[in-house]
């Protein structure tokens, strides 16, 4: 079983960054292509990015496009959304998930891990 832990949220001005972090199981988070979704109040879990487990492979949502970056670290089985030019529409539970498919782990309904959650709120 994958266990995700997710870190680095907290309350920001629009226009600043902030840097989420997952860490992962050891050993299998090698093998899972990993990704972010978040959750506004009242609306449904969203894809944010993905990246594939070798991290050859990046996807993004376009409302995040050239504002996110995901990249991952698998020696220290760790995964990180750096989020710049942050807007208030931004504002969410961040969620970490994990998949052996990379193009499941951009689908909620097929995601096969998850992270806990860690709150991230932009304020105008």
């Known amino acids: 079983q994958v266990q995700l832990v997710e870190s680095g949220g907290g309350l920001v001005q629009a226009g600043g960054s902030l840097r989420l972090s997952c860490a992962a199981s050891?050993?299998?988070?090698?093998?899972?292509?990993m990704g972010w979704f978040r959750q506004a109040p009242g609306k449904e879990r969203e894809f944010v990015a993905a990246i594939s487990w070798r991290g050859q492979s990046t996807n993004y949502a376009d409302s995040v496009k050239g504002r996110f970056t995901i990249a991952r670290d698998n020696t220290k089985n760790t995964m990180n959304l750096q989020m710049n030019s942050l807007k208030p529409e931004d504002t969410a539970v961040y969620y970490c998930a994990a998949d052996r498919a990379y193009g499941d782990v951009m689908t909620a309904l097929k995601v096969e891990y998850w992270g806990q959650g860690t709150q991230v709120t932009v304020s105008s």
């Open positions: 050891e050993l299998t988070s090698r093998i899972y292509a």
